[in-house]
């Protein structure tokens, strides 16, 4: 994984691309928006002890800021948080925590219960290295270094926002030191410097204190390209987001703000942030190859891409001019099958095949029901409609350039499963996890037993349904069968199967020392 001609990294699982706004008004047009209490569960450190002292901050898209300390028991409890999307950070030194997002809802006249989140900080360390040119081993200064859990295009990348664990530029002697990233941890680094090719590499962090093994990542030349992304009247769009891919690749052509994986490699795109005056460069291509490149806007409207984009073996592309379609406007309503307008309803829309979370970008329905989306592009769009108590009702409309729609969505009701789980001897299993299948239906559920063996199941439809345990020491006899809804399920654990095996050696073979033995 030294060069980087292909855009393949070495380090598998999936990666998604930066979220998007949806619609006007995209967080809460409510000036008396309710609040409610956000609780963030028990802070652990790998070895599962309660930690104190942890400073927790709660901030939205709009920056505005919350922040307390978790007590003796790990516990912290934010109160007074407008309804809205909040990025969850944990800190405390030493150690090291992936962010969370928390959407926060209040329904008319109800009091919600505090929404419970689980963290987990992990024992911190330090790596560093250096960037040479892979050509003569000289430095590349000025380079930037991510650190991530997983590799991405980088775009927007921060440290300590999502997996992204640090951020940082090499000096003039092209060393970096990454201060902030987990012990025992697999990390992406992704190596972006103007004028050579994008280096991806997979690093493996050890147990102990600070890395003593200095890294090196070897860039080679690579080419940038450059241009301007504007709208049909050709004026420039600020502030874009830029995403250049292979264009032979089929999979990133669908949506290139994420990646996909093929079980041993990453394939992404690259990726820039278009100034105020919508011109960009995009840095990191590889000489002799083709590439297409698009924009997006604000909510996910698509420029028309730009294909056969050739990289000449000097590293000269032809500038790119990327026209944004004019925004077409979608109107949801969401309502009951009595024709009821659902509280709480949220509604998401996504490009077909992207790879944003729709609860991620979902926004509320107003009292009537309806949500106003505007700025979007042209194509197909899956519409989300959510809330408590409902299962996920999603449709699959094509929308027209400049043009609007109204679309009706009716959620199914859920059905709730209660119960417990106890040992043969009629004790709690407090470790492990329900797993429910719908039979018949592509609907499935989960839930983690609390201290008591207690589980709560929902997101399944009305009907039969089948049961089985997940975890350590977790057995059925068979899965369990039941309609939904249905409460106070009891299911009994037969605990754990217990194998006895002996290992034979051929004649005159020596007995090894160790011996490790697998199921």
């Known amino acids: 994984a030294q060069a980087d001609p292909s855009l393949e990294g070495r380090m598998p699982g999936a990666t998604t691309g930066p979220t998007s706004p949806s619609g006007a008004g995209a967080e809460d047009d409510d000036p008396a928006a309710r609040t409610l209490a956000l609780s963030v569960g028990t802070l652990r450190a790998g070895t599962g002890e309660k930690m104190a002292s942890v400073t927790v901050r709660v901030v939205d898209?709009?920056?505005?800021?919350?922040?307390?300390?978790?007590?003796?028991?790990?516990?912290?409890?934010?109160?007074?948080?407008?309804?809205?999307?909040?990025?969850?950070?944990?800190?405390?030194?030493?150690?090291?925590?992936?962010?969370?997002?928390?959407?926060?809802?209040?329904?008319?006249?109800?009091?919600?219960?505090?929404?419970?989140?689980?963290?987990?900080?992990?024992?911190?360390?330090?790596?560093?290295?250096?960037?040479?040119?892979?050509?003569?081993?000289?430095?590349?200064?000025?380079?930037?270094?991510?650190?991530?859990?997983?590799?991405?295009?980088?775009?927007?990348?921060?440290?300590?926002?999502?997996?992204?664990?640090?951020?940082?530029?090499?000096?003039?002697?092209?060393?970096?030191?990454?201060?902030?990233?987990?012990?025992?941890?697999?990390?992406?680094?992704?190596?972006l410097a103007p004028g050579y090719a994008r280096l991806l590499r997979e690093v493996e962090v050890q147990e102990g204190g600070p890395s003593s093994r200095e890294i090196l990542l070897r860039v080679h030349r690579g080419a940038t390209l450059r241009g301007v992304v504007v709208d049909r009247r050709g004026d420039p769009v600020p502030r874009a987001a830029v995403y250049v891919y292979p264009d032979d690749d089929d999979m990133l052509s669908m949506d290139p703000r994420g990646g996909w994986s093929d079980g041993t490699r990453v394939i992404l795109g690259l990726a820039a942030r278009a100034d105020t005056e919508g011109r960009f460069a995009v840095h990191g291509l590889a000489f002799e190859a083709r590439y297409a490149a698009t924009a997006f806007v604000p909510t996910d409207r698509r420029a028309v891409d730009v294909v056969g984009l050739a990289v000449s073996a000097e590293g000269v592309v032809p500038d790119a001019r990327l026209v944004v379609p004019d925004p077409a406007r979608l109107d949801v309503v969401v309502r009951d099958e009595h024709g009821t307008t659902v509280e709480g309803a949220r509604v998401a829309v996504a490009p077909r095949g992207s790879s944003i979370w729709p609860e991620e970008v979902a926004r509320s329905v107003d009292a009537e029901g309806q949500r106003a989306f505007t700025g979007l592009g042209p194509g197909r769009l899956v519409v989300h409609a959510m809330a408590d108590g409902f299962l996920t009702r999603r449709e699959t409309i094509e929308l027209v350039e400049g043009q609007g729609r109204r679309v009706e969505l009716t959620p199914q009701a859920e059905a709730l499963v209660r119960g417990v789980v106890v040992d043969g001897e009629g004790r709690p299993v407090a470790v492990g996890q329900v797993l429910a299948r719908a039979v018949g239906q592509d609907a499935h559920a989960s839930a983690r037993l609390d201290e008591e063996g207690r589980f709560r199941l929902s997101g399944l439809p009305p009907g039969p349904v089948e049961l089985s345990l997940g975890g350590r020491d977790l057995r059925l006899a068979e899965p369990v069968r039941l309609e939904a809804p249905a409460d106070d399920v009891r299911i009994v654990s037969r605990g754990p199967t217990r194998v006895r095996a002996r290992l034979v050696l051929p004649v005159g073979t020596p007995a090894p020392e160790r011996i490790r033995v697998g199921l």
Request: glycine share 12%; proline share 6%; with cysteine.
């Open 61 to 191: 898209t709009s920056g505005r800021r919350h922040e307390t300390t978790s007590d003796a028991e790990g516990e912290c409890l934010l109160e007074g948080l407008p309804r809205g999307t909040w990025r969850v950070e944990a800190t405390k030194p030493g150690f090291v925590a992936r962010s969370i997002q928390v959407r926060t809802e209040a329904r008319a006249g109800a009091v919600s219960e505090p929404r419970r989140r689980r963290m987990f900080l992990m024992p911190s360390t330090s790596v560093h290295g250096r960037v040479l040119r892979a050509s003569d081993g000289e430095p590349v200064p000025g380079a930037r270094v991510i650190a991530a859990g997983h590799l991405s295009p980088g775009l927007d990348a921060r440290a300590g926002v999502g997996d992204v664990w640090d951020v940082v530029e090499t000096d003039r002697e092209g060393r970096f030191a990454l201060a902030r990233v987990p012990k025992a941890e697999e990390l992406g680094l992704t190596v």
